[in-house]
């Protein structure tokens, strides 16, 4: 099976949606004691294989995929994230990431059959994150929007057609399995908002002209603001919209941690 073309695979967004059911996106506060926090830090540090001099630059953003297929990860998962999910939530991705700039933009994280061949007969379930490390007391905000999208990974990029155009990075992701939306209603996104959030909240707590631009907040409204501290854990659905706040708008200048997808069997 290769991997589907945007057109093919947002065809089949109601088709997936039928398996799922949506729950509201949580947090679990501090539920990782400093021992397990410590030991996952150091596991995930030889996974990126991170230099000791990593976040000395202006912007850096290392990320490394495939961290589920780790012995150590899949323990961790079994022990403290399964036992919060459905019995029959498998394991199917995804990365540690230690980044400061730019911020993670509007998105899903859905790793399904229609973008990756390898995960045949599988559809996304949850989203759980997992922060390791950030310096800063004034932790910043993981947000969810009341939006859902059924899609496969895609990038929500509304209005930015033109500004993206002929962009090497984007075309580099395409090719690794990540979509683009740039008209959220015409692809489907459901229950759009009438307004976008306001100017006001996007000066506070993003301000990214190009590589998050006001006009990808169109039609979107927040479900949830959730503290990206270290020792919680933060979970959502697949298909649930989220994007994350400016780091240096909380004075830090990095963070670190793991980004896990679970998914269902549905046939």
């Not at 589920?68 to 399964?82: A, I, P, R, T």
């Not at 993981?142 to 090497?168: H, I, V, W």
Request: net charge negative.
């Amino acid at each position: 099976m290769k991997r589907m073309t945007q057109e093919e695979a947002f065809a089949l967004n109601g088709y997936v949606e039928s398996f799922l059911d949506e729950e509201p996106s949580c947090v679990k506060e501090n539920y990782l004691d400093n021992d397990t926090l410590t030991k996952l830090i150091l596991d995930a540090t030889t996974f990126l294989d991170l230099p000791e001099d990593a976040n000395k630059g202006k912007w850096f953003w290392y990320r490394r995929g495939g961290i589920e297929k780790e012995k150590w990860l899949q323990k961790f998962s079994d022990e403290y994230v399964k036992p919060l999910l459905r019995d029959d939530a498998l394991l199917i991705g995804d990365t540690a990431f230690y980044i400061n700039y730019p911020p993670h933009d509007v998105h899903v994280d859905n790793r399904d059959y229609r973008g990756d061949p390898e995960k045949d007969g599988i559809v996304g379930y949850k989203s759980v994150v997992i922060p390791l490390e950030i310096d800063t007391t004034d932790c910043p905000y993981l947000f969810t929007a009341d939006q859902y999208f059924y899609g496969p990974s895609t990038r929500m990029r509304n209005g930015c057609e033109e500004l993206d155009k002929d962009n090497p990075e984007h075309q580099r992701q395409q090719e690794n399995g990540v979509y683009f939306s740039y008209d959220y209603a015409a692809d489907g996104v459901k229950y759009l908002a009438s307004t976008k959030i306001s100017k006001s909240y996007y000066e506070e707590y993003i301000d990214e002209p190009y590589f998050v631009p006001y006009s990808t907040f169109d039609k979107l409204s927040i479900e949830g603001a959730h503290r990206w501290k270290p020792g919680n854990l933060i979970i959502f659905d697949s298909s649930r919209i989220h994007w994350a706040e400016k780091l240096t708008k909380r004075g830090a200048t990095y963070k670190f941690g793991i980004s896990l997808n679970y998914g269902l069997k549905i046939k």
